[in-house]
């Protein structure tokens, strides 16, 4: 099994305050983790570094094998193999075509292959029809089913999902993590922070428990 991420001794610091240390860590591709752990443990920083949005204060990372140097130069071509999709994504204004659409129209994705990206991810959360529906009249179950649908759109390499069904129905949250759960099987490292403590069994996932910045229960090693 190919290791999607290593971390060796990362940790992230600021000021005095430690709020990562991690010896090690590994993910692999195409595996499902719950990310799981109190309030300040850590959970959204450590999303953040696998983002590749904030670099850890020391340590090294390898990411498909490759060492990540940092440098402003490399960080564009990580950032769009991930995805990371918060608690309370923002939409654009306009239709939620637009919204969906957004980040294929950013890496030069136009005609057919567009419309059947868009439609396709629009029919993964349930949204048939909704194309033409303005983004902000959308009900908050919605609203979160179109930037799933978003993240979805661009078929990232590794999905990271902070909280995405804390705040939503619970049928919308069962129509989401019956997506979140079919991921893997396409190919999709998902990472998904969660407070939920029957949502674990309900993925089958690999848990991930951060307890005061440290791995507290180690997952299965990589196969």
Request: glycine share 10%.
């Amino acid at each position: 099994m190919k290791v999607m991420y290593r971390l060796d001794s990362i940790r992230k610091c600021y000021g005095s305050n430690v709020a990562l240390d991690i010896e090690g860590l590994t993910i692999a591709e195409g595996r499902l983790y719950t990310l799981t752990g109190a309030n300040g443990a850590g959970k959204s920083t450590l999303l953040s570094i696998l983002a590749f949005l904030a670099p850890p204060t020391s340590g090294e990372i390898h990411y498909a094998g490759k060492r990540v140097a940092w440098d402003p130069g490399s960080m564009e071509e990580y950032r769009r193999k991930v995805t990371l999709l918060h608690q309370s994504p923002y939409l654009f204004g306009g239709t939620v075509y637009d919204n969906v659409a957004f980040g294929l129209k950013a890496r030069r994705i136009h005609g057919d292959a567009r419309e059947r990206r868009v439609d396709k991810a629009l029919d993964d959360v349930g949204l048939q029809g909704f194309r033409d529906r303005k983004a902000r009249e959308l009900s908050g179950g919605e609203a979160q089913r179109v930037a799933m649908a978003r993240a979805l759109v661009l078929e990232p390499e590794v999905l990271l999902l902070d909280e995405p069904l804390a705040n939503i129905d619970r049928g919308t949250a069962g129509l989401l993590e019956t997506v979140i759960a079919s991921l893997p099987a396409r190919g999709t490292t998902v990472v998904l922070i969660t407070h939920d403590p029957e949502q674990p069994g309900r993925l089958n996932g690999e848990s991930i428990l951060l307890e005061e910045g440290k791995v507290a229960t180690p997952h299965p090693p990589v196969a």
